[in-house]
């Protein structure tokens, strides 16, 4: 196992110790390059006997979101469907109505209409994982910090929040920069 894999599988075990392993573990995937590297880290470590203990009794299962915002939107919910099925994966496609007059820019609109399609999917438990790593963190305190957010604003995205009543999202990438992602993308042909 690789030194990214082996970091992404130990902040898994720490960050999911508390939740049953019963619990499905679904990966938030866009088909992107970050999302890409941690479905093929996450489907990959499953069959490592290294991590077979923290995979024992957890099923993984992939959600693309299909905003529809796209021309090729629909060629990005079939790649996601077939990179999935080629690492064994099961895959659920979701497509989602993009509240386009809602004020609060398209963006913003995807962002809660994607949200709210994960919540609901996890509703009756489980664990969504997302591909946001150290490069997005600064992004995000950035726009914070000139929208003039406060103290919540200067904390940035949490690695583990709760989605749900029941479910929980984490971001395992949370403190891997994007040149780690891409290096790991090369070396493996992603």
Not at 92 to 98: G, K, L, M, N, T
Not at 132 to 148: F, I, K, S, V, Y
Request: proline share 3%; with cysteine.
């Amino acid at each position: 196992m690789d030194t990214l894999a082996a970091a992404v599988l130990t902040r898994l075990e720490a960050g999911l110790r508390d939740r049953p392993a019963a619990e499905p573990i679904y990966l938030a995937y866009s088909g992107g390059l970050d999302s890409t590297v941690l479905l093929h880290i996450l489907a990959h470590t499953r069959k490592t006997p290294s991590a077979r203990a923290f995979w024992e009794g957890r099923s993984l299962r992939a959600i693309h979101i299909n905003h529809g915002l796209q021309v090729a939107a629909n060629d990005w919910a079939r790649h996601c469907r077939q990179q999935c099925e080629r690492w064994s994966v099961s895959c659920d496609i979701e497509d989602v109505a993009v509240a386009r007059d809602a004020g609060k820019g398209l963006e913003a609109a995807a962002r809660e209409a994607r949200y709210q399609a994960f919540a609901q999917r996890l509703g009756n438990g489980g664990v969504l994982l997302t591909a946001h790593h150290l490069d997005d963190q600064a992004e995000t305190l950035l726009q914070r910090l000139m929208r003039a957010s406060g103290l919540r604003g200067l904390a940035g995205m949490p690695e583990s929040r709760p989605l749900s009543e029941c479910s929980t999202l984490f971001r395992p990438l949370l403190s891997t920069a994007r040149r780690e992602l891409e290096t790991y993308a090369q070396a493996h042909g992603l």
